[in-house]
């Protein structure tokens, strides 16, 4: 399974985009996660969604970050309101089983 991310782009402080990540296979009951990196940083964790559609998020981003799944169309996607100039990095979708990983999307967030 190959994943490719879509949705990033430049955005000002306050606003919202919507990240969107597409499996070329069945996801199955795989947990997909997201995951981003700020230039000089560690990948960090985002959001999580298991097969029963229970989420988590990072404490940095819950209440502002959605995250959904759809098995049927093998995406996941994440909504973010209130984006912030500390969001801006690299967004990466992650596969739990089989461990895989998307090219990521970049999210700038700048006035």
């Known amino acids: 399974v190959q994943l490719v991310e879509g949705g990033g782009g430049l955005v000002q402080p306050g606003e919202s985009l919507t990240l969107t990540c597409i499996a070329s296979?069945?996801?199955?009951?795989?947990?997909m996660g997201w995951y981003r990196q700020a230039p000089g940083k560690q990948r960090e964790f985002v959001a999580r969604i298991d097969s029963n559609l229970r989420a988590d998020y990072s404490e940095s981003v819950k209440g502002r970050f959605t995250i959904a799944r759809n098995d049927a169309q093998n995406t996941i996607n994440l909504n973010m309101n209130s984006l912030k100039p500390d969001n801006a990095a690299l967004y990466y979708c992650?596969?739990?089983?089989?461990?895989?990983w998307g090219q990521g999307t970049q999210v700038a967030v700048s006035s």
């Open positions: 992650k596969l739990a089983c089989p461990d895989t």
């Open positions: 296979g069945s996801i199955g009951t795989s947990d």
